[in-house]
């Protein structure tokens, strides 16, 4: 049974930071793309950043240059390193991973972490 186990959420004053986590756990052959997704209130999810298992990394145009995505493959981790935190980010985060299994891929979430910028 995989789990995808967010943690780091909180409230932050504008201007922050905070650090997402997501650790995958269970049995699994290999880790795709990982994404962070963010849901604000009566809002549809947004995609937030991809890191491919290459790597590469994309974000949307509102959190460019205050976001970063990374993992360590090592610990089945994926980060998200948030600074310059705006109202506007307020939102549940939740993560995402493609877990490979017996020769297939599935996509796996996490149940969400709660982030609110406000002073």
């Known amino acids: 049974q995989v789990q995808l186990v967010e943690s780091g959420g909180g409230l932050v004053q504008p201007g922050g930071s905070l650090r997402l986590s997501c650790a995958a756990s269970?049995?699994?052959?290999?880790?795709?793309?990982m994404r962070w997704y963010r849901q604000a209130p009566e809002k549809e999810r947004e995609l937030v950043a991809t890191?491919?298992?290459?790597?590469?990394?994309n974000y949307v145009d509102s959190v460019k240059d205050r976001f970063t995505i990374f993992r360590d493959n090592d610990k089945k981790t994926v980060y998200l390193q948030m600074s310059s935190l705006k109202p506007e980010d307020t939102a549940v985060y939740y993560c995402?991973?493609?877990?490979?299994?017996?020769?297939?891929?599935?996509?796996?979430w996490g149940q969400g972490t709660q982030v609110t910028v406000s002073s």
């Open positions: 890191i491919t298992a290459g790597g590469s990394r």
């Open positions: 995402n991973a493609e877990i490979g299994y017996g020769g297939s891929s599935t996509d796996f």
């Open positions: 269970g049995v699994m052959f290999s880790i795709g793309a």
